[in-house]
DNA sequence: AATTCGGGGCG
DNA sequence: CGCCCAGAATT
């Protein structure tokens, strides 16, 4: 038995786990930040509930992107396609086409597999970490960031945003990939029974606007009172990364052919891998050597062939130059390519690298008409 | 555990 | 120009 002081200790003050979340939690009911897809605190204390679909659509799109790139794609799909069953009704192909220019394409193909399969179960998204899990394109982050913000129930939330701000909270000298673990527990000590899914929000929402990868705004932050690297004063060495390989410069060239009312011949790149089911100006390989003797010969039909300039895009792996050429075509469009009109040139599925190249030709092509 | 997947914004 | 972002799937 405890003596009864203690007792009385132990229910008058509070523990300090808890510190770190109501002080966040109450940081977040003034600081959060309106978006899209997200219910205020002062909406969700007066019942208002997120819709799971729309959470989940947010979710997959801000998968390694950023909140300002999503706004835009987040309200068009919405505005498309207001349900789930309104997305699984979609064609992939129209899918893509809105999907254009945000990025990592397999999340389009994995929306779409996802929106068919939870509209096959009656519409309704599972309301379990595991349940989420076993859908296409959720993983360990999605599923618990869904559980939490959606359906509000306490579940491990790790982004990049927590995984800043925690190892900066407990200054862990140990690379991210290996600290996973360690953070992930933290994170796990630290989730309220009460309001896990703006906890959730919180933690991201600090990481993003005041805990920063660079310049943090410690003198701001709730935290700082029991923030390890505030008290060393080098908050920006945290995370500790590995060093990253250096990227590979690859080459190659690209063929803008158009028709004489101006139409741009494309192809579909494979459905798998690089770009996977997006559209493409017909392209040689990416590591080629492109110079005068060997561009007719690159090219995947012949063409008076005219080098119009120089593009470059950078991916996550390696960097690519592609020189563009620029042709009129005569007749039908060769096997496996289609001609998209001028009109509908800017709906198609073109990845940001294809409108460059484009663009380089044809300036303005890719970009959406105004009517005036 | 390591690689493969885009694109853009910020210092 | 380097860094990193509300990561997942694949090998």
């Known amino acids: ?163 800043r701000v925690i190892s900066r909270l407990f200054s862990i000298t140990t690379p991210l990939s290996e600290a996973k673990t360690e953070i992930r527990a933290h994170v796990e000590a630290m989730v309220p029974a009460a309001r896990p899914g703006d906890f959730a929000q919180a933690m991201m929402d600090l990481g993003a606007t005041i805990c920063t990868p660079r310049r943090p705004r410690c003198m701001l932050c709730p935290l700082r009172g029991g923030c390890s690297a505030v008290v060393s004063g080098d908050p920006e060495n945290f995370p500790v990364r590995l060093p990253k390989a250096d990227k590979p410069q690859r080459r190659g060239a690209a063929f803008v052919a158009t028709r004489e009312d101006g139409a741009v011949l494309l192809r579909k790149r494979p459905e798998k891998g690089l770009l996977g089911g997006m559209t493409e100006v017909p392209t040689t390989g990416w590591t080629a050597r492109v110079d005068g003797a060997t561009t007719q010969a690159a090219a995947p039909f012949p063409g008076d062939w005219r080098r119009v300039g120089t593009i470059t895009h950078v991916f996550t792996h390696f960097a690519l130059e592609l020189e563009v050429f620029y042709a009129h075509i005569k007749g039908d469009a060769p096997a496996g390519h289609f001609w998209s009109r001028v009109h509908e040139i800017s709906g198609e599925a073109l990845p940001t690298v294809m409108k460059k190249a484009i663009e380089a030709a044809i300036p303005g092509a890719t970009k959406k008409q105004r009517p005036h």
């Open 1 to 163: 038995m405890a003596p009864p002081d203690q007792t009385r200790k132990a229910q008058t003050r509070k523990p300090a786990p808890d510190d770190t979340a109501s002080r966040l939690l109450a940081w977040y009911d003034v600081h959060h930040r309106e978006l899209p897809w997200r219910v205020s605190p002062r909406e969700h204390a007066r019942g208002v509930r997120p819709d799971p679909y729309r959470i989940w659509l947010s979710e997959v799109m801000l998968q390694q992107t950023t909140v300002e790139a999503v706004k835009s794609y987040f309200r068009v799909f919405v505005e498309k396609w207001p349900d789930v069953e309104a997305l699984a009704a979609a064609p992939t192909e129209d899918i893509m086409k809105a999907w254009a220019g945000l990025g990592y394409y397999s999340r389009a193909r994995n929306l779409k597999a996802c929106a068919d399969l939870v509209a096959t179960r009656g519409g309704r998204f599972p309301d379990t970490e595991a349940g989420l899990r076993d859908l296409p394109g959720i993983g360990a982050y999605t599923s618990a960031a869904i559980t939490a913000i959606a359906f509000d129930r306490p579940a491990t939330v790790v982004d990049g945003n927590v995984e």
